[in-house]
């Protein structure tokens, strides 16, 4: 089944698996670009073994499958953006708070910038970094993917994307599925253990 973007077709497990990959690299990216600002140093981010953060992942999932009609109108796509990754982090926050025994990964009660705050799970900041990446999403990387898709051919672009999109899966599966079930370690030991987490 193809999904029609701004440039062209492009198969829907392709695009899905593009929104994967930029998604949850640009996470990785702007996480560790947040806290070396808030913390001075760079610190490992997200449960994963490589430059990509899972929750991201789903929350560009999220953003495209309830947004992907609305993109004559940007601010209805950011407001939506912002209130459906702002969900998604607090439920993430408060679900892995309680398996986690008040250990979630993240609490924006002790960071800057921290407008907003509710429990530590989510911040004015977060959600509106939430909307404006649902705005980079639609009207700059979905176009670009379409642009790149275009620039190298359906089949080298498919192949690059599931590709990475499988490596990225792999590593989400194994850290927050098998390592946690059957106790073995996981990236975020492995890195906390080598003093990078």
Sequence with gaps: MKQKTENGAMSLGVLLMGIIVCA?????????LFYLYNDGQIVKRGSCFGPWIDIYCLGGLLMYFM???????PWLVAVLCGAICGALEYAAGFILDRVNKGHWGWDYSTEKLNFGNING???????LTFALSGLLLFYVILP?????????GEKAFSRIVVTLGIIILIDIA?????AYMF???GAAKIYRDLGWF
């Design 24 to 32: 949850g690299i640009f996470g990785w990216v702007y996480e560790t």
């Design 67 to 73: 947004c992907r009609k609305l993109t004559k109108s």
């Design 121 to 127: 799970y989510i911040c004015f900041r977060s959600v």
């Design 144 to 152: 670009w993917l379409a642009w790149l898709q275009k620039k190298l």
């Design 174 to 178: 194994y850290n927050d599925i098998a």
């Design 183 to 185: 106790g073995m370690p």
